[in-house]
T-cell receptor
């Protein structure tokens, strides 16, 4: 069965520090992978996606993610965090040929000034 | 702004009642997805429609139903409401029925009292 694991429920970083949010997935083949961000009271905004090709993908707001097939991971990174990045981040997998997306439980990011 | 519009933003109703949540997808998107976000279950896929037809069902209760109309807007009907149905209900849309990213609305927060 497909699944997505985000092992870190909460992460706190200082403004200007680098960030890495972890995501591991379980799927029999190469899935479609996504990172979404949810600010308080807001919907989910797509940060970036991986379908195929270059395993390092660039997204909006200075985020990037790297697909590592051998580790079944799709970690999200940002070199320098801004206070406005405080939000909840969701990793999702969309199985090729099927219709639904499976979401991880989310990682809540807190940014210290 | 994702282009997906959900109404109402907030809804408070009593147990046993019935409510209807509405979603207008992005212009040109034929596929609509409904998700439920609760503290204990996280983001759960409920159901998907594509061009008026049901395409996939997830963890949707029998008390819940949905439909997509010819103008592509969708409605999620929740009946015999229970306290545990209190959640944030998201609608998302995509161009095709699979294998692409979905764009989420801001959600409808349902509170059952």
């Amino acid at each position: 069965a497909q699944s997505v694991t985000q092992p870190d429920i909460h992460i706190t970083v200082s403004e200007g520090a680098s960030l890495e949010l972890r995501c591991n997935y379980s799927y029999g083949a190469t899935p479609y992978l996504f990172w979404y961000v949810q600010s308080p009271g807001q919907g989910l905004q797509l940060l970036l996606k991986y379908f195929s090709g270059d395993t390092l993908v660039q997204g909006i707001k200075g985020f990037e993610a790297e697909f590592k097939r051998s580790q079944s991971s799709f970690n999200l990174r940002k070199p320098s965090v801004h206070w406005s990045d405080a939000a909840e981040y969701f990793c999702a997998v969309g199985a090729r040929g099927t219709y639904k997306y499976i979401f991880g439980t989310g990682t809540r990011l807190k940014v210290l000034a | 702004d994702s282009g997906v519009t959900q109404t109402p933003k907030h809804l408070i109703t009593a147990t046993g009642q019935r409510v209807t949540l509405r979603c207008s997808p992005r212009s040109g998107d034929l596929s609509v997805y409904w998700y439920q976000q609760s503290l204990d279950q996280g983001l759960q896929f409920l159901i998907q429609y594509y061009n008026g037809e049901e395409r996939a069902k997830g963890n949707i209760l029998e008390r819940f139903s949905a439909q997509q109309f010819p103008d592509l807007h969708s409605e999620l009907n929740l009946s015999s409401l229970e306290l545990g149905d209190s959640a944030l209900y998201f609608c998302a849309s995509s161009v095709v029925d699979r294998g692409t990213e979905a764009f989420f609305g801001q959600g409808t927060r349902l509170t059952v009292v």
